[in-house]
């Protein structure tokens, strides 16, 4: 009779530290599922906050560039909107290709540009010699092409309306300013 | 009660109130709309820009006059001949203009010069292009418009306007 | 002791480790959450303030009154770092490129900057000048003055804390972080005229607080607008003890030191700008040194208006060209701003400015593409 109460209140207490034991099994489940759960939105948050870098990047590249002496025209201190000088444009881009100002200008513009893509094409007027291709697409003239990183997702590109003005014929012809973005997608 | 039943009682408290906490938190993340800076951006100056781009450019096939002069003659007494008159020649231009961007980009527009409420040339509208495209600035929703006066002195000003209809 | 007993008290003690364990890992948990956050927190700051400055910065005359949470900011320019950063928190955004003019200390509610474009007289770029209402700048007229101090007031944006002060007056101090007094000095050939520390509360300050810049006409009949000498001063005691001069061309510059912490911080943004200066030099010198060429080949008159010489010296320029380089002779913006700003390279650049204004009025008038 002893033998068996004993093993009876044996039983019991394996049951009752079953049961706790179940009930921290679940609840570490239950934690641990959650901290998945946790990470995973975490992780969608900071890639809609870079997404939404990219192009905050791009709108402050497009700024950059659609102010800057280095392209702009002016005539007497008195700077044109809307415009790019485009001998200031070749000798902004052979700037970067320079024996003596290469690398400096590329380290001192990057901080500027970043990792993007700039470049105009003349829409009007239309095919002339020098600004279409063979196959009669616009000629892309870049200024700045810096996507470094095949892993990178990009902004969508900014188009710009823009006076292509060439000082030497008092020329004025109409083109497209493009900024394309690109930044390190998170996996 | 039995105690059993209690404590099988408050773990599935625990857990519907768990549930209900990932469905708001569901509900909240989903919902939340993607960032849209860039194409703000770009559509807030996009008709400023043009405009303002278009007026500055020069035609070489007519003597380098720039398309504010055309618009000059156009609404005034069109002695300029390209040989076509200023206001075909501008319709020309801005249209090829309008083919290599705005068309392009399937932009939803709506152009007009006008003098005195009175258009000077007939308006360009892309719905002209493709249907779905077709802008209509009094009943549409519209992005910031670019506008300009071009002086015709002394007649007053033409009003050069470019409606961005949002599609 | 009964089983019962021990039962409960084995169950007590499993709780407690059990509570134990879950409490310590959700303290560390929520620990390492404050920490991210805080850093999330401060970053977004840094990121709010770089997106508004770089806005600022890319207009001319442009001017941004920059809501922050109570926060210090410091602004750092030396040799080989500038940046600025969350006083003590390690966050920080580098500025190796943009001349920034500051205190070194900047703590409150709101951040002003403003920017003003510096001519040589091509636009090179634009100066971006930092400040909040906790620094009062206090411009000393003592109608000797030709008229800089008024301009010099007056080129300050209206939204900064600042006041003219005439002789009799003395600054007051309305619980501000710093003051900074300037002064003006026509020529006085060798001997120049002690500057005398203001009377009245000002004098109760610690010395670091209070601080001068006295602009310095260098020779007789110049234009101090254009360039001159600055001297910067700090209080110590009751007097001013000097801890720097330098020198200064055209207005924006001039006003980098009326706002830059001291001599060093100054001279470093100075830097910056003459290394900006010097790849414009280079551009400027490809892109007429081609018109001219052009202009030469079509037997235009205009090329005989350009002159490259005064932006670079050909050797210098590099040997990759498919043009005539030309001989240059003498000195060139670019060599000016290799040397830094000292009396004799302002006084310099002062000449090649005059040349250029010349120069891009005949083409002007000739209808000739420009230089600016």
Redesign the interface.
């Known amino acids: 009779m002893k033998n068996r109460q004993a093993l009876s ?1 044996s039983k019991k ?1 394996q049951i ?1 530290f079953g ?2 034991i179940a ?2 099994v ?1 609840f570490i489940v ?1 934690v641990f599922f ?1 901290l998945i ?1 946790f990470g995973s ?1 975490q992780k ?2 900071i890639q ?1 906050q870079l ?2 870098k990219v ?2 990047d ?3 590249v ?3 560039v ?2 800057m ?2 392209l702009h025209c ?4 008195v ?5 790019i000088d485009i ?2 444009f ?3 881009k ?2 970067f ?5 290469g690398n ?2 590329n380290m ?1 513009y990057i ?2 540009f970043g990792d993007s893509k700039i470049y105009y094409t003349q ?4 095919g002339e010699p020098g600004e279409v291709d063979d196959e009669g697409n ?1 000629v892309e003239h870049v200024l700045w092409d810096n996507h470094i990183d095949e892993n990178t997702e990009s ?2 590109e ?6 292509l003005h060439n ?2 014929t ?5 083109g ?1 300013l493009f900024v394309k973005v690109y930044s390190r997608s998170i996996e | 009660m039995k105690r059993s039943q209690a404590e099988i009682m408050g773990l599935a408290i625990i857990v519907l109130l768990i549930s209900v906490g990932f469905i708001f938190y569901v509900a909240f993340t989903v919902t939340k709309t993607p960032s849209r800076v860039a194409e703000v951006y770009k559509y807030d100056q996009m008709g400023e820009n043009m405009v303002n781009a278009l007026l500055e450019i020069t035609v070489p096939d007519c003597e380098d006059y720039s398309i504010e002069q055309l618009i000059s003659d156009c609404a005034m007494q069109e002695r300029i001949r390209c040989p076509a008159s200023s206001c075909d020649e501008l319709r020309d231009v801005i249209e090829t203009i309008f083919e290599g961007t705005l068309n392009h980009w399937y932009v939803s527009y709506y152009f007009t010069i006008k003098k005195d409420d009175n258009d000077i040339m007939t308006p360009i509208n892309a719905g002209d292009y493709n249907e779905e495209r077709s802008c209509d600035p009094e009943n549409d929703e519209t992005e910031r418009p670019g506008w300009l006066p071009v002086s015709v002195f002394p007649y007053g000003d033409v009003i050069v306007r470019l409606d961005i209809c949002r599609k | 002791m009964k089983r019962g007993a021990i039962q409960s008290m084995f169950a007590w003690i499993l709780m407690i480790i059990i509570g134990s364990v879950f409490i310590l890992f959700f303290v560390a948990f929520i620990s390492n959450q404050r920490a991210a956050s805080d850093a999330r927190i401060g970053s977004s700051l840094i990121n709010h303030v770089d997106t508004v400055l770089t806005t600022t910065k890319v207009a001319p005359n442009a001017f941004a009154d920059i809501e922050i949470p109570k926060a210090k900011f410091e602004f750092v320019c030396e040799e080989d770092l500038s940046l600025y950063q969350l006083y003590g928190k390690g966050i920080n955004k580098e500025t190796p490129f943009d001349v920034i003019f500051s205190p070194d200390i900047l703590e409150g509610r709101h951040l002003l900057a403003f920017t003003r474009d510096w001519h040589v007289p091509f636009k090179v770029m634009n100066f971006l000048y930092v400040t909040n209402d906790a620094v009062a700048y206090y411009f000393f007229d003592d109608l000797d003055n030709a008229g800089m101090i008024e301009d010099m007031y007056g080129y300050v944006h209206d939204n900064v804390t600042k006041e003219i002060i005439n002789v009799g007056q003395q600054p007051v101090n309305n619980n501000y972080d710093k003051i900074r007094i300037i002064y003006y000095q026509e020529y006085a050939g060798e001997e120049y005229p002690l500057i005398m520390f203001p009377e009245g509360e000002i004098r109760e300050l610690k010395d670091r607080q209070v601080t001068a810049v006295v602009i310095r006409q260098v020779q007789e009949m110049t234009d101090a607008h254009l360039y001159g000498q600055v001297l910067f001063y700090e209080k110590e005691g009751n007097t001013w003890q000097e801890k720097g001069s330098s020198s200064y061309f055209t207005t924006p510059m001039l006003l980098g030191a009326i706002f830059s912490e001291n001599k060093e911080m100054y001279e470093c943004n100075v830097r910056k700008a003459f290394k900006a200066l010097q790849m414009q030099a280079w551009m400027q010198y490809d892109r007429i040194a081609r018109i001219q060429s052009q202009y030469d080949d079509e037997g235009n008159f205009c090329g005989a208006l350009l002159d490259p010489c005064l932006f670079m010296d050909d050797e210098d320029y590099g040997a990759e060209n498919d043009f005539d380089v030309p001989d240059c002779i003498g000195n060139s913006y670019h060599d000016f701003a290799d040397e830094g700003p000292t009396t004799d390279t302002v006084a310099g650049l002062y000449e090649h400015y005059r040349f250029v204004i010349a120069m891009n009025t005949d083409l002007l008038r000739g209808n000739c593409a420009v230089i600016y």
């Open positions: 209140s207490a009752k049961e706790t009930i921290v679940v239950l959650g759960f939105t969608e948050g809609e997404r939404e192009q905050l791009a709108v402050s497009v700024k950059e659609s102010n002496p280095e002016s005539i007497a201190q700077e044109e909107l809307n415009c001998t200031k070749a000798s902004f052979r700037l290709e320079s024996d003596i100002y400096q200008a001192s901080h500027y829409v009007y007027p239309a616009p902004s969508d900014m188009q710009v309306p823009v006076v000082p030497v008092d020329r004025r012809a109409f497209i």
